[in-house]
């Protein structure tokens, strides 16, 4: 069964097929650098870090010391984890792989 989004939008839509198109790392910087603000590319990046510590069983505290994420991000993403779309979990299993 395909996974329905409750945000799917046109707009969305373009957004991921433009995403699809970069084939590297190169161009994974030269797009985020001109769609996102620095704060908002390592804000991603420390979501990612904290969902990929999570999944390694640290505990709040080890992961809010090595990444210096307030507590209420930690929980937020804990939550994605366990109820949210599994789109952390895919990555992250993709990721391990590699």
Do not use: P
Not at 8 to 30: M, P
Not at 40 to 52: G, M, P, S, T, Y
Not at 69 to 77: E, L, M, N
Not at 79 to 90: I, T, V
Request: hydrophobic residues 35%; glycine residues 4%; proline residues 0%.
């Amino acid at each position: 069964m395909a996974y329905k989004s409750k945000f799917k939008s046109k707009e969305i839509e373009g957004l991921f097929e433009a995403i699809l198109t970069l084939k590297n790392e190169e161009d994974c910087y030269r797009f985020f650098e001109d769609v996102c603000t620095v704060n908002e590319i390592r804000a991603i990046a420390q979501r990612l870090q904290v969902a990929k510590l999570l999944n390694e069983k640290k505990t709040y505290t080890e992961i809010e010391n090595e990444t210096k994420a307030s507590t209420a991000t930690i929980s937020r993403i804990n939550k994605c984890l366990l109820y949210g779309a599994d789109g952390y979990k895919l990555v992250l299993e993709r990721l391990a792989g590699k």
